[in-house]
């Protein structure tokens, strides 16, 4: 849960000093895990925990989260490593980010836990460590929603950014989960698409257009600032940033929201394409690039994937391969099925349907076979918020871990 911090300038000049102390030691705690080769926390500890405290002033309990948040981001570098989300290895992005030591942005995020920060959820405000002293009153705005859940169930860490200029605290809260469905009465195909986000098995088709028109404009209209490059065009280039990204994540979250509702009114589970890998798998000519690039199918993949653990609903991905050559009536697989990139017609039988509605009823019947075998449902870990979390390294993204339910097969 993020809510938005209103603090005095006295109290936002606290806490950018603390944020900036924070993560210069935890850039020099990085170079001393690189230099070591000593990757885990406690072993860390014992050569960085008493300097950390010495030099930068911090308390016991930041220089912990400190070490604890260089070992995190080491960890999220390995696992990028690994699963290829950097790079071949021995290329020059994989290189690039294998070689040196992390470094973190001076306003990085910062976790604070119960011991260095503390609710007032009824006055709005919070109690909150800094290198120079607690900092207490600092008022937090939210929704009523925002404030029942965090009532609720906040737990754990929060962590403390900066972005824009705006102060955030982002609240772990964990969520009850709603106990599973194993019996689908059917599943709602799920096709990702660049020209057409989301077509679903009933023949729904979402959000497509419009937000690739905008897309497209803000492109151009970047460009245009970027090669103007005056003070006016970079403070307009700095005032639009992230707005393409914020505008998405509006988008897929309305989108994963639709789909869920319907999925539960219905008794359905949802079926989605394993698309793990494609911008590695895939080749396009120059001018489709910025266009595949930004194409968030892993976001709104994430975004139903919790949204179903809460829910209650069963996410089942299948292979994605020749799902838009496959004839959904008949099983014929040919190429020239796909006569465009909006319609499908079937060489074998004739029949004619729209190209990603076909995909989306291959992925169904794909999902509701490998539920008849006994494929345990699987759903995506929550994503952060543009912007928000730890962000160590720009070259490497946060990685979003699959958690793999119960087994449940037919008997």
Not at 121 to 138: A, F, H, M
Not at 173 to 197: H, K, R, S, W
């Amino acid at each position: 849960m993020q809510v938005k911090l209103l603090p005095t300038p006295v109290q936002a000049a606290a806490l950018e000093a603390t944020l900036r102390a924070c993560n210069e030691a935890a850039t020099w705690v990085s170079e001393t895990t690189f230099e070591r080769g000593e990757f885990k926390n406690f072993a860390l500890r014992k050569h960085t925990y008493d300097a950390v405290k010495s030099r930068w002033g911090l308390g016991a309990q930041a220089a912990q989260h400190v070490i604890k948040k260089t070992c995190d981001a080491y960890a999220t570098l390995k696992a990028n490593l690994r699963a290829g989300n950097l790079g071949r290895s021995g290329s020059r992005r994989y290189r690039r980010a294998a070689e040196k030591p992390i470094a973190f942005r001076p306003e990085g995020a910062q976790p604070y836990d119960d011991r260095m920060l503390s609710w007032q959820i009824p006055d709005r405000t919070v109690s909150i460590w800094t290198t120079t002293g607690r900092v207490k009153n600092v008022a937090f705005t939210a929704s009523p929603e925002q404030l029942a859940t965090l009532a609720l169930y906040r737990r754990g860490e929060s962590d403390l950014l900066q972005r824009d200029g705006m102060w955030f605290l982002n609240a772990t809260c964990q969520v009850p989960e709603a106990p599973l469905n194993t019996d689908p009465v059917d599943f709602l195909g799920l096709d990702l698409g660049i020209v057409n986000i989301a077509t679903t098995s009933d023949g729904e088709i979402m959000a497509g257009r419009e937000l690739n028109r905008i897309r497209v404009r803000e492109r151009g209209l970047r460009a245009k600032l970027q090669k103007k490059n005056t003070p006016s065009a970079k403070r307009r280039l700095k005032k639009r940033r992230r707005k393409e990204a914020r505008r998405a994540w509006d988008i897929n979250h309305k989108i994963a929201k639709h789909v869920m509702a319907e999925a539960e009114r219905t008794g359905r589970g949802i079926a989605l394409e394993d698309l793990t890998g494609i911008r590695e798998r895939v080749r396009l000519r120059k001018p489709q690039r910025a266009t595949h690039s930004s194409w968030a199918f892993s976001q709104l993949g994430v975004f139903i994937g919790y949204k179903a653990r809460k829910a209650g609903v069963a996410v089942v991905h299948v292979d994605p391969a020749y799902t838009s050559r496959t004839c959904a009536e008949c099983g014929h697989i040919d190429k020239a099925n796909r006569v465009s990139q909006a319609w499908f017609a079937c060489r074998n039988c004739g029949i004619v349907d729209h190209a990603d509605r076909n995909s989306s009823r291959n992925i169904r019947a794909r999902a509701r076979e490998l539920w008849r075998r006994g494929a345990p449902p699987t759903a995506p870990a929550p994503p952060r918020k543009p912007g928000a979390g730890l962000d160590a390294n720009a070259a490497s993204p946060p990685v979003m871990p699959v958690v793999q339910a119960r087994r449940f097969s037919d008997g």
